[in-house]
């Protein structure tokens, strides 16, 4: 006989998961009661295929490619009109592929969700997905091999690509697409770092380094002897809209070439948000923007450069940045009593207290002279209610934001600049987890060489922006709900790789008249 166990045995874990979703639907009503409603989750329907015969399933597979493809055309002839402007230095008697075939070539295996270049080559270049292709997208003549993109990117300027990709951005403001979706009249941009990949070895110089120490033994002893690493790391720059729709904009790739060789220092995020700021503004000189930082952020010379661009900011505050600031903010507090909201939101319980007109002083670091600007801070105390993980018991938990705001906040401005912009900086934090983890291999190291590895990210970025595009698109959110994104992007794969659709369908498709209509 075995032992008698401590542990609740099979029944008890059942009656006590039983009493668990009892108590998590008693929760609910209770608080719907009292005006408080979390979002609805969505997910996947978790049944049978909803198709009842082969061709009901040809009509849905129809429908969905022919309004992700309307997507894709719909942007890219702009888009391939700024790529084909890159000069190509490629001897015109050998050219075998145009620059903008190769182009098409490496966005779509992005927007695929290619693994790796092998896994382009050996599935693209399919018979019968090479056909579909040809006739959904008659640019492609004819499909290269990755390496022939490889060397091509290896020889242009990439910066290019990116340029095209901020050209079709571009367009789609003037088309008014995002105006839903602004907050305070501003477009705002979440700007975050992060690491793409590492390596134990040196194999460019471009490369950031630090050193680590390794576990050597099974008690996990730190190794005395730290070893070099040598990685890539990117500032990433996304339009973060209110709707969680989170497109790339701009990548800025830090390089240890960028440093200061005389003080022995590599190039680092706050050097790299610089250079990213004045692109920014190069290619959006007049558009008003709203600029949402986390905590590394919050510093006199980012805060006077934004004010320079005349660019709204709301920034993560933490407890131990700007001591200066928190003293204004602790004494002023009591002066201006009347700066509090409480509300609730979804199934939180707000409260915000704010204050205006706060001198800032700093020291230049290059001039060696004190400065001040005025900012503008705002706390949000929160609560919400929630089942204990083990038990049927209703725990409150709790949690405190605090930014600074470029502008005064009053009672009709905090819920809009709070809730629905800064909170959504995590949208890039998201945008950048769903490129590293669902399909856009941005850990993955396409090529060796470093202006070859900024190109593919480039071509990444702007995959992933057709299928944000896409995703959001008013004619396919129902499939979203079906599928999920991932699997709506590999219905629509699946379906070009095999003979679903008839050749007129698909020349239908591609003729059709194309437009961006977003949910």
Partial sequence: MSKPSCRPNREAIKEQRKERKKAQRELRRTQKAAGLEAPARVNIPNRTSQYKSVEEERSARLEAVSQQVKVYRAALPDLLKRLSRISDPRNPRKIKHKLTVLMIYGILCFAFQMSSRREAGREMTRPMFMVNLRRLFPDLEDLPHHDTLARLLERIDVNEIEEAHVEMIRHLIRGKKFLPYLINSSYPIAID???????????????MERKVRSKTDEKQTPDPEPKKQYYVYVLEANLSFQNGMVIPLLSEVLSYTQGDNKEQKQDCEQNAFKRLAQRLKKYFPRLPIMVLLDGLYPSGPVMELCAKNNWDFMIVL???SLPSVWEEIDGLKALQS?????QNWADRRQHFWWVNDIDYRYLCPRKKKEKKLTVHAVVCEESWEEIAPASTEVVTKESRHVWLSSQALNRRSVHERCNLGARH?????????VEKCHGYQYEHCFSYDWKTMRGYHYLMRLGHTLNVLARHSYALTGYVREFGVRGLIAFVRNTIAAPWLSAGELQQIATAPCQIRLE
Avoid: P, V, Y
Avoid at 425 to 433: K, Q, T
């Fill in 425 to 433: 900086r995590w949208g890039i934090e998201s945008g950048i987890l």
């Fill in 338 to 342: 009347r700066n509090r909201l409480e």
């Fill in 193 to 207: 770092g992060t690491q793409k990949f590492i390596r134990a070895e040196l194999w460019e110089e471009d490369c």
């Fill in 318 to 320: 933490q407890n131990d």
